[in-house]
């Protein structure tokens, strides 16, 4: 096999649920392309790492150079209430729910002795200058269902402590144990959101 296309798939199936199969169908593809589909895929991807870079204030990858993103901006999301995820995934799916009218906080994975993900691997340090600023009275934690969830969620919750005058609610029924928000419908999570509970 030729080594340029040889690498193209390598990198390719080293993309999340991808795979070698998958890598081979996406490198295949783009080469046999007649419409420029490839370069173009290339021009958006150096644009794109270029360009883009996570708010400072949030974690949401927006414009680089615009200071804080479109939902920090956002004045009428100033309503009290933010909303802890794992990934930015989460805070599309929350989106386009349309359950979730406040504010996000992404704290890039969650903690796991297994994966090595450490307290300082996660993007909690401006937490509670976040909770002071923006008068937040209400912690949602939206976090998988998992061991590794959870753990994360009392973690975040022994940092903030009892110092910040702040409700701590996670999301209720709904969300199986083990679920993921990717998997959830709309109507479970407004379920899961109308139902959350107190910690």
Known sequence: MNPKIEKLIKLFAKLPRVGNRGGQ?????????KTGRGAALASA?????????????????????VGVCEYCRDASRQNGQLCIVRDLSDVWVLEKSSVFQGRYHIIGGLLSGASGVLPQDLNISNLAQRIENEKITEIIFALPNTVEGKTTQHYIMSVIGDDVSVRFTE???????????DYLDDG???LAFGGRKSL
Not at 25 to 33: G, P
Not at 171 to 181: C, E, F, K, Y
């Open 25 to 33: 169908r996406i490198a295949l593809a783009l080469l046999q392309d």
């Open 45 to 65: 991807i150096i644009d794109a790492t270029e360009n883009i870079a996570p708010c400072p204030s949030c974690g949401i990858l927006t414009d680089r150079g």
């Open 171 to 181: 999301l209720a029924s709904g969300v199986p144990l083990g679920g993921d928000l």
């Open 188 to 190: 479970t999570l407004t």
